[in-house]
C-alpha cells in the first residue's frame, strides 16, 4: 500500500498522552469504523485506470486516511476489522483501535498494517460486537461499514440491525463494488438502522462518498447548543461575568484578550453567569501561555456558592519543566484530584521554558464537561503557526464522579504559587458555555 506522509508535531515525542479506555471516554460524537480486510479487498475496483491502478483496499485506505486528518478532534472514533485471518474463519473479528478521543497518528498506523486475507465476512458478528464496544461510551453513536461482500457467516443481519435501532446506533453503508445481491443486504443494513447506503465501483465515487460521510460525522460532532461565548472584543467584561475580590491593575480587557496579572493571593477571580447550564454542559477556555513566570496556577471550574464543593481543571506551570493537567473535585469531606503532564520544556531555566513556549505554544485549550454525575476534564495545546502543524490530540483525564456536584458558578482563576520573581500573565483568548442535548 502506498504510505501517506504522516503529521509530524514538533513535541510530539514530549507528549504523555496515555491509553485511554473506551469506559472512561466521553465526547459528543462516537464513530466506530467497520472494514472489510478479506481477499475480495485485494483486487481493482471496476472502474479504474492506468493512472489510478490501486487496490480497494489501497485506495480505501489512502481516501479514508485524508478524510480523517479533517475530521473534527473532538469526538471518539475507533476501528474494527475482519476477514484479516485465512481458512473462512468467522470469528476473525477485531478491534484494532478502541474508542478513544481522535488520534490521526495511531490510526494511520494501524491502517497501514492492514493487508487482505482469505478470511470470511462475518458482518453480523462484527455489527454486534461494534455495538457492544459503543454501548460502553455516552453521546451519540454511529458505525461506518466498509464493505466488499454480504455477510458469509450466516448471521441475521436484520436481527443484529434491529437491535443496533433500538440503541440508538446508526449504521452508514460503503458497499465496495460490490454485485446486486451483495448491495441488496448491504443497503438494507443502513435503512434498517436509520442510515445511508452508498455504491462505490471507483476511487472518484469513495472520495465523494466519504465527504458525504464526513458531513455528517461533523454534524452530529456539535449537538449541544452554545448558550454562552465571549471573544473579549469590547474593552470591558460582558454583564455575565462578576469579578471577585478585584485589582483594576491586574485585569485588563483589550483587542481580544483578556489579561490577568498573577498575584501569590487570587485576584479578579471571574464568575460567570449562564442560567441555562443546568444540566449537561461543556466549559471551554482557551488561553494563552507565551508571558509567564513559570510559577503560574490556572483554573476552570464549578463550584457551589460558598466554594464548599467544586470541580475544576487545572493548569501547573512547573518551574521544573513541565506543564501539568489536574482535575480536582472538593467537597467538605475530601479531597481527589488526578494529573497529567501535558508537555516537558526541556529546560530547568525559566528562560529556557518561556523561549520554548514562545517558539512552539500558540495557546492552550481546556475543557471541563459534566455529562450526569460525570466530569471530565481535558486540555490541548494549540501549536505556533511557525510550526505549520494541527493541534495536538486532545489529552483527557479520568472520569471524576459526585453523587452530589456543584452545579451554581462558573468561574475562572489565576494565581502564583511563589512570590519571589516577577509575576506572570495568563491571556484569556475566548470562553464559551455549550448545552448538551
Request: glycine fraction near 6%.
Amino acid at each position: 500500500m502506498k504510505k501517506r506522509l504522516q503529521i509530524n508535531v514538533i513535541i510530539s515525542a514530549m507528549l504523555l498522552v496515555g491509553t485511554i479506555c473506551s469506559n472512561q471516554v466521553w465526547a459528543s460524537s462516537n464513530v466506530l469504523f467497520i472494514f472489510d480486510v478479506s481477499e475480495r479487498m485485494s483486487g481493482k475496483f471496476s472502474k479504474h485506470t492506468k493512472l489510478n491502478d490501486l487496490s480497494k483496499i489501497e485506495s480505501t485506505m489512502e481516501t479514508f486516511e485524508s478524510m480523517v486528518e479533517t475530521l473534527p478532534k473532538d469526538i471518539n472514533t475507533g476501528i474494527e476489522i475482519y476477514g484479516h485471518q485465512g481458512d473462512r474463519d468467522c470469528s476473525a473479528i477485531e478491534i484494532i483501535h478502541p474508542l478513544a478521543p481522535l488520534n490521526i497518528e495511531a490510526i494511520v498506523e494501524k491502517l497501514q498494517m492492514l493487508e487482505p486475507d482469505q478470511g470470511a465476512t462475518p458482518i453480523a458478528k462484527a455489527l454486534e460486537q461494534g455495538g457492544e464496544a459503543l454501548n460502553r461510551v455516552k453521546g451519540n453513536k454511529t458505525i461506518i461499514l466498509f464493505s466488499n461482500a454480504q455477510d458469509t457467516c450466516g448471521g441475521d443481519v436484520n436481527e443484529v440491525v434491529s437491535l443496533l435501532k433500538e440503541q440508538g446506533i446508526i449504521v452508514n453503508v460503503l458497499g465496495i463494488d460490490v454485485n446486486e445481491d451483495e448491495a441488496i443486504e448491504l443497503s438494507s443494513i443502513a435503512e434498517g438502522s436509520g442510515g445511508e447506503y452508498y455504491f462505490t465501483s471507483s476511487i472518484e465515487e469513495l472520495e465523494k462518498s466519504l465527504e458525504s460521510i464526513k458531513e455528517k460525522i461533523e454534524e452530529k460532532a456539535h449537538k449541544g447548543k452554545v448558550v454562552f461565548r465571549d471573544d473579549f472584543i469590547e474593552k470591558s467584561l460582558s454583564s455575565q461575568w462578576t469579578v471577585i475580590n478585584p485589582d483594576t491593575n491586574l485585569l485588563k480587557v483589550d483587542k481580544g484578550t483578556t489579561t490577568i496579572t498573577s498575584a501569590k493571593k487570587p485576584k479578579n477571580i471571574l464568575h460567570l453567569d449562564v442560567p441555562e447550564a443546568k444540566d449537561d454542559w461543556i466549559f471551554t477556555a482557551n488561553i494563552n501561555v507565551i508571558s509567564q513566570s513559570m510559577q503560574e496556577v490556572f483554573e476552570l471550574g464549578i463550584s457551589d456558592k460558598n466554594q464548599a464543593q467544586k470541580v475544576l481543571a487545572q493548569l501547573n506551570m512547573n518551574i521544573n519543566g513541565n506543564l501539568v493537567l489536574k482535575g480536582i473535585k472538593n467537597t467538605k469531606k475530601s479531597t481527589s484530584h488526578f494529573q497529567k503532564k501535558l508537555i516537558s520544556y526541556q529546560s530547568k531555566t525559566i528562560k529556557g521554558q518561556l523561549d520554548f513556549l514562545k517558539k512552539h505554544i500558540q495557546s492552550i485549550t481546556v475543557k471541563l464537561e459534566k455529562v450526569g454525575n460525570e466530569f471530565v476534564i481535558s486540555a490541548r495545546l494549540e501549536q505556533s503557526n511557525n510550526d505549520n502543524n494541527p493541534p495536538s490530540n486532545w489529552v483527557v483525564l479520568q472520569k471524576i464522579k459526585s453523587a452530589q456536584f456543584p452545579n451554581d458558578t462558573f468561574f475562572i482563576k489565576t494565581y502564583r504559587k511563589d512570590t519571589k520573581g516577577s509575576s506572570g500573565e495568563i491571556n484569556l483568548k475566548w470562553v464559551e458555555v455549550e448545552t448538551l442535548e
